[in-house]
């Protein structure tokens, strides 16, 4: 545990988990796109997605997914309805907020 969780906090951390997990086991993909969250939702890494895709025998513009194409769709606007894409921009945009910027920080 990273820190200390009372037991109300324990109990809506378990709530948060349990609807997340709940959120990507129901999902059902409809096109390439939420095929793409999907997958990143089970594997939590682009290089890995892009890898699986790939095997299962994915394309864009009949060429193999890269990394890069991963991370344009997962940063891409969601659909209104489509609250696992949301959620899954939301916190690949929290996890990689470091690293934005990061060539202008090399310059300072």
């Known amino acids: 545990m990273k820190k200390f969780r009372t037991y109300n ?3 809506k951390d378990l709530k948060v988990f ?6 990507i086991e129901n999902y059902q993909p409809k096109n390439f796109t939420q095929r793409v969250i999907q997958e990143y939702a089970y594997q939590g890494n ?3 997605t892009a890898e699986i895709l790939n095997r299962r025998g994915y394309k864009t513009d009949d060429r193999s997914i890269e990394p890069q194409d991963i991370s344009t769709i997962i940063k891409s606007k969601p659909a209104p309805e489509d609250l696992l894409h949301k959620e ?21």
């Open 18 to 23: 349990q609807d997340y997990i709940s959120l």
């Open 46 to 48: 682009i290089n890995r």
């Open 9 to 11: 906090q324990a109990k």
């Open 88 to 108: 899954i921009r939301r916190l690949y945009l929290k996890k990689t907020k470091n690293n934005q910027g990061s060539v202008f920080k090399i310059y300072r």
